[in-house]
T-cell receptor
Framework: GAVVSQHPSWVICKSGTSVKIECRSLDFQATTMFWYRQFPKQSLMLMATSNEGSKATYEQGVEKDKFLINHASLTLSTLTVTSAHPEDSSFYIC???????????FGQGTRLTVV | QKEVEQNSGPLSVPEGAIASLNCTYSDRVSQSFFWYRQYSGKSPELIMSIYSNGDKEDGRFTAQLNKASQYVSLLIRDSQPSDSATYLCAVTLAGGTSYGKLTFGQGTILTVHP
């Protein structure tokens, strides 16, 4: 299967700072990338969908000014959590799909802890 | 009503038994159905995908889909302790730029005891 690499695997940051998470498709061109968030003992909840070269589409209740998503190339999407607070602590997971794919492929996830 | 519902469990089965996981979905236009396995602290791992009514078998895993009943199930034969994980049911709509956008159930925790 196709490979999606997410970086970093974990990050600890201070409250009020910003954190950037990268999601890269290593062996295919990802026309669409998805960002999910998973709180402890809960399921994955979609935050936003990004298509290369266009603005991300955010799910209801997700603050687009707080969670900045950039999908500037066909192999890279970034999620920036701005002015992070402890309640933003979560497991963030990206997935990617190429134009010829019927499946999406998940990154390894990023554990964010805001202290 | 949740879009995708699973029994949260936990489901406990002895080693070697069959584990049966169930999922219902509310959107009749859902076209693609997936079962993922997620170990604690890890990203979901695709186990099975199914797109048409009936059964699909892959090794010890069998997925069953009944679109009329809006029901998807996963059977795990000869369960092993290494199968202990959270199993996530996910559905997606077909076509369009949002294809691949997955809606997940809450997950069923499976424990296989020796």
């Amino acid at each position: 299967g196709a490979v999606v690499s997410q970086h970093p695997s974990w990050v600890i940051c201070k409250s009020g700072t910003s954190v950037k998470i990268e999601c890269r498709s290593l062996d295919f061109q990802a026309t669409t990338m998805f960002w999910y968030r998973q709180f402890p003992k809960q399921s994955l909840m979609l935050m936003a969908t990004s298509n290369e070269g266009s603005k991300a589409t955010y799910e209801q209740g997700v603050e687009k000014d707080k969670f900045l998503i950039n999908h500037a190339s066909l192999t890279l999407s970034t999620l920036t959590v701005t002015s992070a607070h402890p309640e933003d602590s979560s497991f963030y997971i990206c997935s990617a799909r190429g134009v010829t794919h019927t499946l999406t492929f998940f990154g390894q996830g990023t554990r964010l802890t805001v202290v | 009503q949740k879009e995708v519902e699973q029994n949260s469990g936990p489901l406990s089965v002895p080693e070697g038994a069959i584990a049966s996981l169930n999922c219902t979905y509310s959107d009749r236009v859902s076209q693609s159905f997936f079962w993922y396995r997620q170990y604690s602290g890890k990203s979901p791992e695709l186990i099975m995908s199914i797109y048409s009514n009936g059964d699909k078998e892959d090794g010890r895993f069998t997925a069953q889909l009944n679109k009329a009943s809006q029901y998807v199930s996963l059977l795990i034969r000869d369960s092993q302790p290494s199968d202990s994980a959270t199993y996530l049911c996910a559905v997606t709509l077909a076509g369009g730029t949002s294809y691949g956008k997955l809606t997940f159930g809450q997950g069923t925790i499976l424990t296989v005891h020796p």
